[in-house]
């Protein structure tokens, strides 16, 4: 989905997430894994208290935003058999969190005030390993997947200029880099990766490979592009195909080799090519995408699709769910489960092929 579009959807989401009170750090939490059975459990959540799932911290614990008393508290939520543990409370605005790529801590990107913000990164014991203040804006982050401490930030003013940073988030340092694009993602612990477009409303763009340490080479890697992902040691390019009616989702090794292609039908908007959500489980060899049953413009983005499910080393792709709503999705790391809808509110059995609500289910949450 085009960058702009999710920045708007995480925006609209944080003006739910406002709350008041004090910050405060809560004793740590085992990490004893308990084993239960593979029934999901429907929550015992107070509608008005749920905000939202932020993600998996291992194949049986989610990280859920509840308010309660005025504070925004995140607990670990287990959802087999329901108990829960809170980790961190705050009363500042949240507008994202994220959780780390080994999953032992979440980043928490909160409003003070106005003009005062912060990025702290909490431990899933629950204690504050960093903070450091910046100004409220529009940000998009990118975790180094090969070492946690490292970080690009990527803002934009209103008119959608940019400006990209690393973070070191042990030391706080924050350093502007000169980038061609904003569309950038780490690809090791020192290489990055961007999509360079010759303007924002561009559909492709050319894929350009720098090392963090000497930025005087710039390596063209793939050309023609839509968009990309990167996941352990794999690269995602979404590229046009023969047919403009199609589009590619091309597998590609570390190499920037090709290894497997999946053809798509290609939909879009008043925006031009839509991206329907993915889920990219390289552990698992598994990839998850909505697909649209034919190419054409969209009207909405509900009830137009199937979830299917690839195997892009096997070369195998199966359908999970027919007419089902684009909304985002994430694996367990297992790869047996995965969070869906824009609260990750609801757990997709990819074996059963079941749907089960999270939360007690209500039309109008807020």
């Known amino acids: 989905m085009n960058k702009f579009r999710i920045s708007f959807i995480i925006t609209i989401l944080g003006l739910f997430f406002l709350s008041y009170g004090c910050q405060n750090e809560q004793a740590p939490v085992s990490k004893e894994k308990v084993t239960t059975s593979n029934e ?112 690009f930030l990527t803002t934009f003013d209103t008119d959608w200029n940019y400006q990209v940073f690393q973070l070191d988030i042990s030391s706080g340092n924050l350093v502007q880099l000169n980038t061609d694009s904003p569309f950038v993602s780490w690809y090791s612990d020192n290489l990055f990766i961007f999509n360079q477009k010759l303007s924002p409303q561009k559909d492709r763009g050319d894929l350009y490979l720098e090392d963090i340490r000497d930025k005087t080479i710039k390596n063209l890697v793939v050309a023609d592009v839509y968009k990309f992902a990167v996941s352990a040691n794999t690269l995602l390019t979404m590229e046009p195909s023969k047919e403009d009616k199609s589009m590619v989702y091309n597998f590609r090794t570390l190499g920037f080799q090709s290894y497997y292609q999946y053809e798509a039908p290609r939909v879009y908007d008043e925006l031009g090519t839509f991206f329907p959500f993915y889920d990219l489980n390289v552990e698992e060899e598994s990839f ?52 869906y809808g824009y609260l990750f509110d609801q757990i997709i059995d990819l074996e059963t092929k079941d749907i089960s609500y999270l939360i007690q289910h209500q039309d109008k949450m807020y």
């Open 40 to 151: 999901i459990k429907t929550l015992n959540i107070r509608p008005k208290e749920f905000q939202r799932i932020v993600g998996w911290i291992d194949d049986e614990n989610v990280l859920v935003q509840l308010r309660k008393e005025g504070k925004v508290t995140f607990e670990r939520l287990n959802v087999f058999n329901g108990k829960q543990h809170q980790i961190y409370e705050t009363s500042h605005v949240i507008s994202e969190v994220i959780i780390s790529p080994n999953r032992d801590c979440f980043l928490i990107y909160s409003a003070e005030s106005k003009d005062k913000a912060a990025l702290d990164v909490i431990s899933m014991a629950g204690s504050r390993m960093s903070t450091k203040q910046v100004k409220p804006q529009n940000i998009e982050f990118s975790w180094n997947q090969d070492d946690q401490n490292k970080m």
């Open 288 to 339: 998850l995408t909505f697909e649209p049953y034919e190419s054409k413009k969209l009207k909405d983005h509900g009830g137009e699709f199937k979830l299917v499910k690839v195997n892009p080393t096997e070369k195998k792709k199966e359908t999970i769910l027919e007419l089902i709503n684009n909304e985002p999705i994430v694996t367990s790391p297992n790869g047996k489960y995965c969070l």
